[in-house]
């Protein structure tokens, strides 16, 4: 019957067809030549596979800016430079790429959305970074970038698990400790170099201190003013203060000038005063001395010395009266014959003549 027969395979001659077992014995012998060949070509493939995977893992390249931290069998065994390496393939050496020649920034209250000339930057979703209480109790809304580099990838890899997680905590705390201890218009205005200063060289001792093989190159203040609900009170208050300032320095120059004036001529008043004294107890002393000498001199001889004080008194009192008038009672018609007071002015014309007319 047809379904007897073999698919495909026929007697010769289309004659009845042939043994089962020889048709299963021919096709065994096939299937184990087919099987060797088959075999040869896998294990060629897999030779070749071997080598290109031994190959492919034993040399790795490492570019200018990284650096190589080997690992084998889990243990640190060394670092290599930009190059290409060798190593011991099959996961024996495990080789970690550090990038240690490039700067990089973590960024605090805001993020780089598009770096650029015109750089485009994200604020909202942050503020919880950026906003933080001053000294003096005001609400201060700043923004700062913390730049660093890989300096020990060792440190980096093996120290600390999330350095740049630790990094941030750091970061956030050192800023928020350094603005609560000074007051809100020193951090807006004129502290924020010495505000970057300082938390730079604070952070650096800290991840020094947890061996984070971090080196922070700078940290920027980017912005730094009040939040914007409170922004118009706070312009307020500003303006305030400057009026203060100004009114404290009109005050002052004011005080400079005059109170100096009146120290000065208080101080010549006292000096005035003790001269005058000065000079009223020595013409007193002088007065006491001279009546003594002349008390000593009125007990030798009274007679002389009371005409010789009437003589003195009286020759002071001429020397005070300009015209002198004697008046005899018993006289009557006065003819002035010698008229002093003309002598005088004629003596002081002799004495100081006028200038002569030119060409006399």
């Not at 096939?30 to 294990?43: P, Q």
């Not at 307020?236 to 203060?241: I, L």
Request: charged residues 25%; aromatic residues 8%.
């Amino acid at each position: 019957m047809a379904w007897e027969m073999p698919p495909g395979r026929r007697a010769p001659g289309g004659g009845p067809p042939q043994d089962f077992e020889e048709v299963l014995r021919r096709l065994a012998e096939r299937f184990k030549s087919s099987t060797s060949s088959s075999r040869r070509l896998i294990l060629i493939v897999a030779v070749i596979v071997a080598l290109v995977i031994v190959v492919g893992t034993s040399f790795y390249k490492v570019e200018p800016q990284e650096t190589a931290v080997i690992q084998r069998f889990g243990k640190y065994v060394g670092t290599a430079d930009a190059g290409l390496h060798f190593k011991i393939p099959f996961g024996v050496d495990v080789v970690s790429k550090v990038v240690t020649g490039r700067v990089d920034q973590q960024e605090y209250g805001y993020r780089t959305q598009k770096p650029d000339v015109r750089s485009q930057f994200v604020e909202k979703g942050f503020e919880e970074e950026s906003l933080m209480l001053s000294g003096d109790l005001n609400v201060v809304n700043l923004q700062w970038a913390v730049q660093y580099k890989i300096k020990d990838p060792v440190e980096y890899l093996f120290r600390v698990n999330g350095v740049l997680r630790t990094l941030d905590d750091i970061s956030e705390s050192v800023m928020r400790r350094i603005v609560g201890n000074r007051y809100s218009d020193e951090v807006i205005t004129v502290g924020r170099e010495s505000i970057a200063s300082q938390c730079r060289k604070e952070i650096q001792e800290i991840m020094d201190r947890y061996e984070t093989g971090l080196e922070i190159v700078a940290v920027k203040l980017q912005t730094a003013n009040v939040p914007n609900p409170v922004m118009a009170s706070f312009n307020e208050v500003s303006e305030a203060g400057q009026e203060k300032e100004r009114m404290i320095n009109e005050a002052q120059r004011s005080y400079n000038e005059k109170i100096p004036r009146a120290v000065g001529e208080a101080r010549q008043t006292v000096t005035q005063a003790e001269g005058y004294a000065l000079e009223r107890v020595n013409r007193s002393e002088g007065e006491a001395k001279r009546f003594l000498e002349i008390l000593a001199e009125y007990q030798k001889a009274p007679d002389i010395t009371r005409r010789r004080m009437y003589l003195d008194s009286f020759e002071a009192l001429m020397g005070k009266t300009g015209n002198l008038v004697v008046v005899d009672e018993a006289q009557k018609g006065i003819l002035p014959l010698l008229d002093l007071n003309k002598l005088k002015a004629q003596s002081a014309n002799i004495q100081s003549p006028q200038a002569q007319p030119k060409g006399q």
